[in-house]
T-cell receptor, first 112, second 112 residues
Framework: NAGVTQTPKFRVLKTGQSMTLLCAQD?????MYWYRQDPGMGLRLIHY???????AKGEVPDGYNVSRLKKQNFLLGLESAAPSQTSVYFC???????????FGDGTRLSIL | KNQVEQSPQSLIILEGKNCTLQ??????????LRWYKQDTGRGPVSLTI???SENTKSNGRYTATLDADTKQSSLHITASQLSDSASYIC???????????WGAGTKLIIKP
């Protein structure tokens, strides 16, 4: 049972490039989330989904897009990467809102 | 503004000793409070979730307390082990189960 798997684990991009981060969960969870974690700060919610085909904005959505075409996958896209998007990105999932969120091990992204 | 503040920022203790980490929050309305453990390079892992009516909740050597009147929580670790070295993050949920407000964490180092 893999839980939540994030791909890739590391990536270096140049300013202006685009990329997609993939999150896959095998727990049949309805809710999925994308966070970013920056030094000295708490996790901040980028986008989330409450079920297949749904997405919603979180606290810091600008510069990111998401898609949830299949229940088990949640994709995070950077259309035109900026140095301010250098961060560690975490994906999480949960069966329902009051349950614990299960996290992947993150994608470390550097934008030069 | 909804905020979660944790203290201390970092803490070093000897193996076998006990310690207590603090969390103060200004989140309204309040739904539940969570503690997560995050090992270096890994995603957060849930330790406890407490709702408004719960004062204390234990998970092995971890005991969380909640005082909803003073908006304070603590995480007590008993008989610390080297594997307890990690960041401990306090998270508060407002009435929306999708919006979690994350503290910046306390970095705990256990020395042999």
């Amino acid at each position: 049972n893999a839980g939540v798997t994030q791909t890739p684990k590391f990536r270096v991009l140049k300013t202006g490039q685009s990329m997609t981060l993939l999150c896959a969960q095998d727990m049949n969870h309805e809710y999925m989330y994308w966070y970013r974690q920056d030094p000295g700060m708490g996790l901040r919610l980028i986008h989330y989904s409450v079920g297949e085909g749904t997405t919603a904005k979180g606290e810091v959505p600008d510069g990111y897009n998401v898609s949830r075409l299949k229940k088990q996958n949640f994709l995070l896209g950077l259309e035109s990467a900026a140095p301010s998007q250098t961060s560690v990105y975490f994906c999480a999932s949960t069966k329902e809102g009051l349950r614990p969120q299960h996290f992947g091990d993150g994608t470390r992204l550097s934008i030069l | 503004k909804n905020q979660v503040e944790q203290s201390p920022q970092s803490l070093i203790i000897l193996e076998g000793k006990n310690c207590t980490l603090q969390c103060n929050y200004t989140v309204s309305p309040f739904s539940n409070l969570r503690w997560y453990k995050q090992d270096t390079g890994r995603g957060p892992v849930s330790l406890t979730i407490m709702t408004f009516s719960e004062n204390t909740k234990s998970n092995g050597r971890y005991t969380a307390t909640l005082d909803a009147d003073t908006k304070q929580s603590s995480l007590h670790i008993t008989a610390s082990q080297l594997s307890d070295s990690a960041s401990y993050i306090c998270v508060v949920s407002a009435d929306s189960n999708y919006q979690l407000i994350w503290g910046a964490g306390t970095k705990l180092i256990i020395k042999p």
